[in-house]
Structures are given as C-alpha cells and as structure tokens.
C-alpha cells in the first residue's frame, strides 16, 4: 500500500506513545499521532491538551487545541492555571508531545523568531506552553518535517529547552526528566545518543537515503551503530489515518489533507 | 454590583485610552463583539493582555489601538502567522508594538496571582530558554525551604477584564462553562470587569455547585450579545467557525484587504450583526444541527 512521507512519520511517531501513557498533545502533527496511538494500538492512552481538557477522545482532530470537540469528549475540563500548576508542573504527564520551526542537534527548539528578537525576519507565533512542557513531562517526543532550514545549526532563539549543549546539561540546570527522547520526520527516526545526547539516526523510512538526510540537514548529522530501517505504516493504520484526516476536513469545512497539517 | 448595558455603553463605562486591558478567552468564548466595539469607539494606546492572542487582537493591532501586547502565544490557531501582529512587530505598522512574551504557564500563574493579591507569581519554568534574556520582567526567586531557584513573573493586574460567557441571571451573576480558560483569574485580578453573554435567563436553573459563577458585585457592567464570541465559539450555543479562522489568513495578509473588512465589518457593524454570523453553527434552536439541550431563555435575542 503506498503512503506518504507525512503519513510514515505520523505513524513512526504514534507507535512510540504507550497505552498507559499520559500525553500532553501539541497542536498540528502532534495531535494527528497522538490521536492515531489512540484509534489503534493505544485505546487507552490519556491525552490531555493544554486548555484544560484532560483523557479527551476527539472524532475529529481539533483545528485548535480548544475545540469544543475536545470538551465535549473530556473525561474532564480543569481551567488553565490548574493545568500548568497540577497536572504538568506537578509532575502527572509522562510524555509531551511538541513540534517546532526550528530544531538543532540538542533538540533544541524555535518557535519564536526567525533572525534577532527585537527585529525579527520572521515573528513566529512564540512558546505558548512548550518552555515548561519541555521540562516538566516525563520526556519528549518531536514531530517535524526535516529540512535545511528547520534543521539548523544554530537556533536564533531557544524558545523551549531539549538537551541544551548536550551531556548532562539538563541534569546541571537541575531537571530530572528525560527530555527528547525521540524525533520523528518525514525521513528518518531519531534518538539522543547515551552520552553525547546528540539527536541520532536510528532508523531511515523506506527508500530514503543517507544523501538525502544529510541535504536536508544543517549539521554533520550522525547515525546509530545499527541503523534499522521503520516499519512502512500498515494498511489498517493508514485506513484509521485517512478516515480521520477525512473527517476532520470535512467538520473544518476545508479539502482533505488541508490546514489540519499546519 | 453590575448592571445591565447596551455594548456600547458596557465599553464606554469601562474601557479608557491607554488602559491595560485583558479579553480573555482560551479559543473558546471570545469576546470578539466587545473587542470589535473597542475598535469602534476608537481607543488607543492599549496594553493589551492575552495569553493566546488570536484574530480579535490581530483585528485590534492593525487597527492601530495598542501600543503594546503582553501575551504568551500569538498565531491562528491551526492555520498559521497573524498578519497584521506580524506586521506590527516586523515592520511597525500601523505603528510599533512594544511586546512584553511569556510562557502560558508563566501567564496562567500571573492572572492567578493578581486574582489571589499577590505581587508576584512564583512557579517552576522558563529552565533553558531564552526568553528571560529578553524579557526583564522574568525574573528568579529562591525557595527560602528548600533553596530551589524558582521562576518569577509580576502579577497581572488589569485595568479592565473584557470575558464573554454563556449566560447571565437577573440579578446579574454570570455563569460560564466549557473550557473555562483563565477568565474567572482575569475578572478577580482586574480593576473593572465587563461581560457580554448569550442570553439573560430568569434562573440558572440546576447546575453543578461547582460551575463557574461570578457573582455580580465582581462585575461591572453586562451586555447580551447572543453570538459575540465569533468566530469562537460558545459551549451548548454554537460550535468555533474553523472556517472562518481558516479564511482569516487571507483576509489579513494584505494591508488594504484587512482595512476593507474592518471597515464593513467592524466600523460599519454592530453588536446586532453576531447572532446572524452563528446561525448556520447552532448546536440548539431553530438551526440546530446537534439538538443538544439549551437552557430556559427569556431573552435570547435569536
């Protein structure tokens, strides 16, 4: 069954989230896998998204991450004060799931500024909840397309901490969580390397090549010592992917495969 | 205690140049028709605060009311830039906007902490990221128990708060639900609250006792504007016109075709124009597509 390179990192980045799992979802790609985890092999998977609502099963996914879809489908709605002090300052989130503008080798994060802060090239729409998301969820997982300009040497902002500088920074400026612990793109899967914490290829998708990484790459990017390649997604993942890509495109009143992307 | 307004008036009572205003609204229940009637009556000089400034504070800042925005995430939601706040940072038009950036956690604890009387919010956040190099008022505290260096951000204190919620009793308490995002902090930290509602009910009827209530010497003053969150949405009313957030790109990307809506739209509309734009959205009522049960009206303005 032939696929999409969006739709194998969709399907990459949802076979990571566990069904006992509670994930706070980041809109956009995030929420496509997330909520694809809980179609197929995570039914039971706790997605809480940062405008209070918390075990959330949407039919269709939310164009922003307050939907009255993801209410109404809420095991519960706390206001947002309450979400960022107890549920993801108080430690009660395994994973977070984020995507970004911009990313470095740490996985680092930009979704600020392109070019200086006070005279931007490009105002980005800013962190919203990623700073703390990015340092109080057990670990993170990213979702991006890999390109020369997301994929970038040196980030023009850190909008939201991944390993810092690398090695044990994280643990220096006193975080116990994990961080990035995965990176799934359009290419390839990712994961720190044990020591360094430099994000790793570890697996490459079907008939994507080592050249093509690299060009798509803004540093000497490095590989694992057995690099795999990932499972194509199945013909009942992409059935469940598709229905919901399609339903959503037709509650948001756009074409398929449309802003739900964004 | 509040009393019962047209919108303009509501505004006029309330809303002054140079005030620090916060709408807030976390995508559901914006007060969009508040805003547009802000724009209206021509205020300038605005500190706006908003954690999730969307299309009505893109409306605002191309129009050239604020002269800075204190927020913590600023885009379309799903869709992608705000134009005209883009072009106001990037490029300073209509003219410069001073911005004052936060995480949402940092925002959420913020209006809390001017809801509770505290000067300052204190919380876990801001490890690693570049925003406290280029916001001074981020600033650090240390735990006097426990020595752990924790974050600190001043209290939010408003002004004015401007929320829109789903329903108003008589006597003029105001009940709100759904996703409640941080209106009730918003309301309690500001000077002065005003509130438009959907409809204005003899009664709430039952209701949890845990459903979020103000009570009415907390606000000002309460105008009924059935519709005035859209494109957002009001939770049991009408759904969120994703389409229209969609379209809004368009709209806004270009100087002169933002300026000819505002001007039909806005400048040339009114507070009576809301009900009209959620007739196809209606989740009850006449044009419901959901059936889903509405609460006993006595003026619901449909």
Known sequence: ?262 | MSSFLSLAEAIESAVRDGDTVAMEGFTHLIPSAAGHEIIRQGRKQLTLIRMTPDLLYDQLIGMGCADKLIFSWGGNPGVGSLHRFRDAVENGWPHPLAIEEHSHAAMANAYEAGAAGLPCAVFRGYIGADLPKVNHFIRSVVCPFTGEQLAAVPAIRPDVAVIHAQCADRAGNVLLEGIVGVQKEAVLAAKRAVVTVEEIVEDFGPRSPNAVILPNWTVKAIACVPGGAHPSYAHGYYRRDNAYYIAWDAISRDRESFRAWMSTEVLGGGPQDFAARVRGLRTFGADSVDQDQGRESVSNGI
């Open chain 1, 1 to 262: 069954m032939t696929y999409t390179p969006t739709e194998i990192m969709t399907a990459a980045a949802a076979r990571a989230l566990r069904n006992e799992d509670v994930c706070f979802v980041g809109i956009g790609m995030p929420s496509a896998a997330c909520n694809l985890a809980r179609l197929t092999h995570a039914p039971d998977i706790t997605l809480i998204y940062e405008s209070g609502t918390i075990g959330t099963r949407p039919a269709v996914l939310p164009l922003s991450i307050g939907d009255g879809e993801l209410c109404d489908t809420a095991l519960t709605t706390v206001p947002v004060a309450e979400m960022f002090r107890y549920w993801l300052q108080g430690g009660r989130i395994t994973v977070g799931f984020l995507g970004g503008a911009q990313i470095d080798r740490f996985a680092n994060l930009n979704t600020t500024v392109v070019g200086p802060y006070t005279k931007p090239k490009v105002r980005l729409p800013g962190g919203g909840g990623a700073p703390e998301i990015a340092t109080s969820c057990g670990e993170i997982y990213i979702i991006m397309n890999q390109t020369r300009r997301s994929f970038v040497e040196k980030l023009d902002f850190v909008t939201s901490l991944g390993h810092g500088e690398g090695g044990d920074h994280r643990r220096r400026l006193g975080l116990k969580t994990r961080g990035p612990t995965k990176l799934v793109t359009d290419l390839c899967v990712l994961e720190p390397d044990p020591n360094t914490k430099e994000m790793t290829v570890v697996s490459i998708h079907p008939g994507v090549t080592r050249e093509r990484i690299e060009a798509s790459t803004g540093w000497p990017i490095r590989y694992a010592h057995d690099v795999g390649e990932t499972p194509p997604p199945t013909a009942g993942e992409l059935e469940v992917l598709r229905d919901l890509h399609a339903r959503t495109a037709r509650a948001h009143g756009v074409a398929a495969g449309g802003a739900a992307h964004a």
